[in-house]
């Protein structure tokens, strides 16, 4: 055994990263993510390019509110969670699909070291995806906000923290839901199915119970997010309040779940076996 | 367990209710070993278990002493080269090779250099940077054998590698597994196609619906085989008419006529020369419709050899 | 003659007729897709809501007898059956059948594409057209099994029950729920054929096609409230449903949209599915 393996898994996890990043990031197949990931962006400089062109005062406070609900109730739960079922999913099974994964598990690399490396190859292809479509689209924000007012917002209004806050919370959800999906990915044959489960169970979460509300990722991303989003439409009234889980316990409960499901994961790779005759 | 040796005991895999291979007792000394059978018989399940992309429902398998379920171990010094025809997107030959050192923990110069005398030993450096989904059957081939073959392994197992490959290319590729054999390698094949087997192995391991029904040297087997004559099954209008005048030929050691009445059975010790002697004997009346070898399959080796075709074990 | 000629006989047997040929596609389909256990069980779930509708169907027309036994005698049935009734049920009807598309759609092409499996079909006497029908055919028995054929089995129950002039009075009901049904299984059946042959991996499809409902429906949205417009209601698929199926059950309710608009985004959908398949299945392979 070697004695120092953990420069041999550093050197392992690093060739892994080379070979998958490059696989999400510039795959013509992966343009679909980057169009989930902008979309919100290319709709917000619209409105700032508009806005410019009209001569219209922005309204920081509205605009912020927008944001805010466009993040929590379209970026989180249907772009980050389909981004991230899209490039997770596709780690392992994508690649059984391929009948490409042997060439991976004829390295003399542990299955272990093969998990996080994919794993982690995931979370970067998809925080850098998803945080600069976040960033882009804060940037539209404040483009069309007079330059004094944005950078008292930013520096003393409290700005600058709501900025890190969304693209800290957008990286957690790409944590998050990618250790979901990857675990999904070992347990079902047609991960679509969960998922779709998971996408429903995250869309009811308002109208849960406060207990239900925490087993799921959305309750402590929303718990995350700097400014609060108001819930609209035909069944807000059904919507349970609940107390948001505070950073310091939303943040390492999120690590947490999705520690453990990447130790799950773990022990099914280790007995995966390469059969793609049934996939 | 041997360390020097590859060992299989009591190995069954079960694919649910499919059985894959059974109960197979397995000693592998270095050298060239061919895996010999039919479609379905089991070499790849066989080879699948020994490199650990599957894991037997029953027994132990060692490959030099290390167990298959320990890839960071086994494939220091374990190459292998699939039949799957697929690769990684978008990558060129070189990548593919290059990338797939880097898992060894390799550093950058290091790869680069296996990865180029990989390449270099399959013939493969002018289309080094191709992308391998422009390559020919061939190449794909070679690419993959360079793959395998780039870490420089100690043991080479190889499932179906002369597939596709040009004759010029196969005599090269042959001579190739011939120096790793030498150089004290263990080198695995596995095909369908007996006399393949035969010019390359040292050793061969006969397996039928997943059982093993032969192993030993080559020599023993081809010599059993040779004990039968071949059997050529002639179609005709008049089979009766035909099984006459083939009575007179001294090669001919058997005839008799087809059950369905419309062809003859025949069999011969030297097949080569009734061919010759045939297109004389074939004389106006005699409406020839085919001929065509019944039993140079390795079923027939099978029946031979064992006295079952292979198929029903 | 060389031997190998003699020795070859062509295929000389009767041939199917060409119109039924596509046939052969779903019959093989469904044996496979009956097999899966989850499958079978989904699809006799989706007899359920119409029982539950065939009991208040029953309920609403027994309601005399009901009342004089709970001395309600000359109250109205809480339930009317009626347009809304059977919109209610399309709206029972019509996710399952999504569900079932999300299932079975995304397999039908994507497995032939990634195996290339493609020419084996084309070589034959078997057109493209053939073949898009055939995978559809899959789709569109099994979807009307579960939403029109009941549906107006249904209708049929409540024709016979309340007899008089009801059936002649509401016989635009029917054209609903057929036309109603219809339009649905074409659509989902079209996108999942489309996104089946343009993805090639059927879990990628399935999720491909959940996002185009629910993601578009979300992007929607958020067009409304940022560019403070209302057509972004235009890409939400279950709104543009919802409109139309009002408008052929006669229902006045006003949405933000208009049923032309709602109308065109369909056929642009139709179209733009029809399309990709067109690009997509060719018997010639391009290698990148």
Redesign the interface.
Known sequence: MNPRPWNLWRAQVEAILRLEIRKTLLAR?GL?IYL?AF??AV??W??AG?NLRHGRVCDLGKDSL?FA??FQ??YL???IF?GC??VF??LF??EM?EKSLHYYLLAPVRREVLLVGKYLSGVIATSAIFCSGTALALAALFVHVPRAAAEHYLFAGGGLGHVLGYLGTAALACVGYGGVFLVMSFLFR????P??LV?VWESMNPFLPSLLKKISVIFYLQSLCPVPAPIHGDWSFLAVVTEPAPAYLAVPGLLLVTFAGLLLAARKVRRLEINYGTE | MSEREIVFENVSKFYGEVLGVNRVNLTIPPGITGLVGPNGSGKTTLMNLMTGLLRPSRGRISVLGVAPDQPELLFRFLGYCTQFDSFPRGMTGYQFVYSYLRLHGKPDKESAEMAWHALERVKLTDAAHRKI??YSKGMRQRIKLAQALSPCPLVLVLDEPLNGLDPLVRAETIALFRALAEEGQHVIISSHILHEVDAISDQVILLSSGYVVAEGQIHGVRTEVEDHPMQILI?CSKPAHLASRIFDLDTVVEARVHNDGKGLLVRTREPERFYLMLNRLVVDGID????APADDDVHSVYEYLIGTDGGSI | MA??K??YRGYAGPLTEEWSRFAIIPRYAYRGLFQSK?MTAFFVLCFVAPLVFLFLIYFANSWGRIAAIINERGSASPIGINGEFFIAYLGFQCPLAF?LT??IG?GLISGDL?NRALTLYLARPFSRTEYVIGKMSVLLVLLSLITWVPGLILFSVQAALAGGGWLSQNLWIAWGIFAGSWIWILVISLLALALSAW?K????A???L??IF??AA??G???N???DVRWGKLINLGYVFTIIWHSLFRLRDSFEISPASAWVMLALICGACLALLSRKLRAIEV??
């Open positions: 197949r679909w989930l979309a919100p709709l917000l619209i409105h508009l927008i609900a466009m109730f379209f739960r249907l772009a389909f079922v899209g999913m596709n099974r994508g699909l047609n991960p679509i199915i998922a779709a996408l | 989904a422009a179609r020839l419709e085919s001929v | 031997v190998y003699r020795s989850i569900i999300a299932f995304p990634a993805v991996w059927r879990i990628a399935g999720a491909l959940l996002a629910f993601v979300g992007f949205e958020a067009i409230a940022v560019l290698v990148r």
